[in-house]
């Protein structure tokens, strides 16, 4: 027996209306899962780093979410007791760094820049790929 998909193509306001109904779901996601680049655990503060600009919010003793990271992160990696980025992989920049200089990581969640906010408590749990929101 065959099965048949059919295929739904969204314009308009259907479209405005599946982007909303994703935008709530980040919204209410408590647990964000991805790849470990390092495994550790981590508690405290994020940062998000949108932009070279956002650098001077880096404080020690901070979690650092970035869509991914470069060069230029480095410094402000050192300051920082994890990191978590939207984009990566195991080979990635983020994932080697943080092997080096020994902090939780964990890469590729798609959603964690989405889904943080700057001062949000959170457990960064690279030994099970997990990163919590804790109230």
Do not use: Q
């Not at 001077?56 to 650092?64: A, C, M, N, P």
């Not at 760094?97 to 939780?104: G, H, Q, T, Y």
């Amino acid at each position: 027996m065959a099965v048949r998909n059919k295929l739904k193509i969204l314009t308009g306001r259907n479209l405005e209306k599946l982007k909303k109904k994703f935008e709530i779901s980040y919204k209410e996601t408590k647990i964000i899962k991805g790849i470990i680049g390092n495994p550790g655990i981590a508690r405290g503060k994020c940062v998000i780093i949108n932009s070279p600009k956002d650098f001077k919010k880096v404080e020690k003793g901070k979690v650092l979410v970035t869509k991914m990271t470069t060069t230029e992160f480095v410094p402000f990696l050192k300051k920082s007791i994890a990191l978590v980025t939207d984009i990566g992989g195991l080979t990635s920049h983020a994932a080697i760094i943080s092997r080096e200089l020994n902090i939780p990581c964990i890469i590729g969640t798609k959603i964690a820049t989405k889904v943080l906010k700057d001062g949000d408590r959170v457990e960064v749990d690279a030994n099970k790929g997990i990163v919590k929101i804790i109230k």
